[in-house]
């Protein structure tokens, strides 16, 4: 079992993380714009989701390797800047086309869509995998079980990040008004949809 400590100091270095905007956040309030709280369930879940994917390639050491092979690291990289400059053009996309007519099934798909689309943009995102390699280990002991520290580890992530999202999605529905306005849904998606394509440009310079 994990120290406290550990985790406590553990969730101090990766707050200025999670306090940077980020995929999550953009896909959060672009949802919640557009279909109301309900749509922040499947970002969070989606979000958590990857973090224990990536916690789970760290334990099993799948993610070292893909670290240390430039070539695989690069390939990642890419992939996950591809990801999101085409979700940042679906989502303008979807900005600028009426809705569809409602059907009964489609809350279902719709959640089931977002919970896809924030669970890869943590997949794929390296940065993500990066803490699980350079951070994560600055705070486990080697003579406890390794597996369990790092899943503890991801579970206070898991939670912060959590929160930090409930938060804003508490801040958006304080406007509730404004975001279900129509023009209003328009340009938070378009603004979505530029930080996401910035996003992966970003990611596929640096």
């Known amino acids: 079992m994990i120290h406290p400590y ?3 100091a ?10 940077t905007p980020g995929a999550s956040l953009t896909l959060l309030i672009h949802h919640v714009a557009a279909g109301g709280r309900r749509r922040a369930l499947p970002v969070i879940l989606g979000t958590v989701s990857g973090l224990y994917a990536h916690a ?3 334990v099993a050491g799948l993610s070292a390797l893909v670290m240390h092979s430039s070539q695989a690291f690069t390939a990642v990289k890419l992939l996950g800047a591809a990801y999101l400059v085409c979700l940042g053009l679906w989502t303008w ?6 809705p569809p007519p409602a059907l009964t099934d489609q809350p279902e798909r719709r959640t089931g869509s977002v919970y896809t689309q924030a669970l890869l ?3 794929l995102n390296p940065k993500a995998a990066s803490i699980y390699l ?3 280990p600055q705070f ?4 406890r079980d390794l597996g369990g520290q790092i899943i503890a580890l991801a579970t206070a992530h898991a939670l912060l990040i959590s929160v930090w999202l409930l938060a804003w999605t508490a801040l958006l529905h304080r406007g509730a008004r404004l975001l279900h306005r129509a023009r209003f849904k328009r340009a938070a998606g378009k ?16």
């Not at 486990?140 to 003579?143: A, E, W």
């Open 6 to 8: 550990a985790v406590a």
């Open 10 to 19: 553990f969730v101090l270095a990766i707050l200025p993380v999670i306090a």
């Open 56 to 58: 789970t390639l760290a």
């Open 93 to 98: 996309r979807s900005t600028t086309r009426p």
């Open 121 to 123: 943009a943590n997949v």
């Open 134 to 136: 350079t951070l994560v």
């Open 140 to 143: 486990v002991q080697p003579g």
């Open 191 to 206: 603004v979505a949809a530029v930080v996401l394509v910035v996003l992966g440009l970003r990611a596929a310079t640096t």
